[in-house]
């Protein structure tokens, strides 16, 4: 039961080209959406949440974009930078859930130099 | 920057033996969570506590498994007899809000290895 699929495992961006990690979602009643990045030996860090009654969300280098028609959201991260190598999750959760979060299996992105 | 501490970062243990993985979240924080990522796998959530109670838990979280706050600091997550199934990456999170942006706070992570 994949409610949140990331179908990328993994995406290879030049230094200072734009990244685009995309994550596509089942359950309509999703209320807020995450994206987590994670290093090797550290856990999940926020990075950024969209709400489902918007459809974009920017802070510096990152942007979200929802789109719930489609059932579909996208990070972008310009300009991509090596310190972005890292695996990202994407995650959901519905307002009533107390802490539940549906995450994707992940993808790891590689900014090359 | 406050975060969230984990102890043992590794444990290995034969099947049937009890672990206790710990985990000390950030300080004024009031929500804690377990989760878990078998390797290959995508996080999975165990279950949220608060005001002392599991506030929900997954489906994997059954009688195998308990939580507790022992102290003012310490959140511990007990399996009572490990399975093989078990191996994997445990990871506790705190919260000092639940709701609306629900941002969790990850640790490092416990990684166990069930032989």
């Known amino acids: 039961d994949q409610q949140v699929k990331q179908n990328s495992p993994s995406l290879s961006v030049q230094e200072g080209r734009i990244s685009i990690l995309n994550c596509d979602y089942t359950?309509?009643?999703?209320?807020?959406f995450l994206w987590y990045k994670k290093y090797p030996a550290e856990g999940p860090t926020f990075l950024i949440s969209i709400s489902s009654i918007k459809d974009k969300n920017e802070d510096g280098r990152f942007t979200v974009f929802l789109n719930k028609s489609a059932k579909h959201l996208s990070l972008h991260i310009v300009p991509s930078q090596p310190g972005d190598s890292a695996v990202y999750f994407c995650a959901a959760f519905s307002r009533g859930s107390q802490g539940n979060l549906i995450f994707g299996k992940g993808t790891k992105l590689s900014v090359k130099p | 920057e406050p975060e969230v501490t984990q102890t043992p970062s590794h444990q290995v243990t034969q099947m049937g033996q009890e672990v206790i993985l710990r985990c000390v979240p950030i300080s004024n924080h009031l929500y804690f969570y377990w989760y878990r990522q078998i390797l290959g796998q995508k996080v999975e959530f165990l279950v949220s506590?608060?005001?002392?109670?599991?506030?929900?838990k997954s489906e994997i979280f059954d009688d195998q498994f308990s939580v507790e706050r022992p102290d003012g600091s310490n959140f511990t997550l007990k399996i009572r007899s490990t399975k093989l199934e078990d191996s994997a990456m445990y990871f506790c999170?705190?919260?000092?809000?639940?709701?609306?942006?629900?941002?969790?706070?990850f640790g490092a992570g416990s990684r166990l290895t069930v032989l």
């Open positions: 506590f608060y005001n002392n109670e599991i506030s929900e």
């Open positions: 999170a705190s919260s000092d809000i639940q709701g609306m942006a629900n941002v969790l706070t």
């Open positions: 359950n309509s009643m999703f209320d807020y």
